[in-house]
Nanobody, 121 residues
Framework: QVQLVESGGGLVQAGGSLRLSCAASGSIFATVAMGWYRQAPGNQRELVATVNRGGATDYADSIKGRFTISRLNAQNTVYLKMDSLKPEDTAVYYC???????????????WGQGTLVTVSA
């Protein structure tokens, strides 16, 4: 089992910044990737950004140039620095972990509980 603890959400004015953090703990043998997704009211959950074990990143087009994902491999911690926030960035942000809990086990796909980011106009 893998547990994800997120922090850093809150209320910010448009143009402001926030940093989200997510720490993975539990039975972790190997990490494939960690990332952030978000879900706004009435919308489906969508990719925000991911970073794999090698450091390669992937970003949604809507946040490129404004958000930066980073990761501390040794601590299985991932961060999302969000700058130039817009009201349309308002959503619940979810941390995601993909990896393995042991050498020959099935792949894991774990989610955090979500942290709310609200951007006021």
């Amino acid at each position: 089992q893998v547990q994800l603890v997120e922090s850093g959400g809150g209320l910010v004015q448009a143009g402001g910044s926030l940093r989200l953090s997510c720490a993975a703990s539990g039975s972790i043998f190997a990490t494939v990737a960690m990332g952030w997704y978000r879900q706004a009211p009435g919308n489906q959950r969508e990719l925000v950004a991911t970073v794999n074990r090698g450091g390669a990143t992937d970003y949604a087009d809507s946040i490129k140039g404004r958000f930066t994902i980073s990761r501390l491999n040794a601590q299985n911690t991932v961060y999302l620095k969000m700058d130039s926030l817009k009201p349309e960035d308002t959503a619940v942000y979810y941390c995601n972990f993909r990896g393995y809990s042991n050498y020959d086990g099935p792949p894991l796909d774990a989610w955090g509980q979500g942290t709310l980011v609200t951007v006021s106009a």
